[in-house]
């Protein structure tokens, strides 16, 4: 893995919970592209 990167996730619901991978990477839960 490269330096900690904050990249973001698509997930149902729109949900946006802060999760940590490898303890330095952050993933972002953004809102799913749904109208």
Same mark, same amino acid.
């Given at each position: 893995l490269q330096a900690c990167?904050?990249?973001r996730l698509k997930a %149902?619901?729109?949900q946006a919970p802060a999760l940590?991978?490898?303890g330095c990477l952050r993933v %972002?839960?953004?809102e799913n592209t749904v109208t």
């Amino acid at each position: 893995l490269q330096a900690c990167r904050p990249f973001r996730l698509k997930a %149902d619901g729109g949900q946006a919970p802060a999760l940590t991978l490898s303890g330095c990477l952050r993933v %972002d839960i953004v809102e799913n592209t749904v109208t």
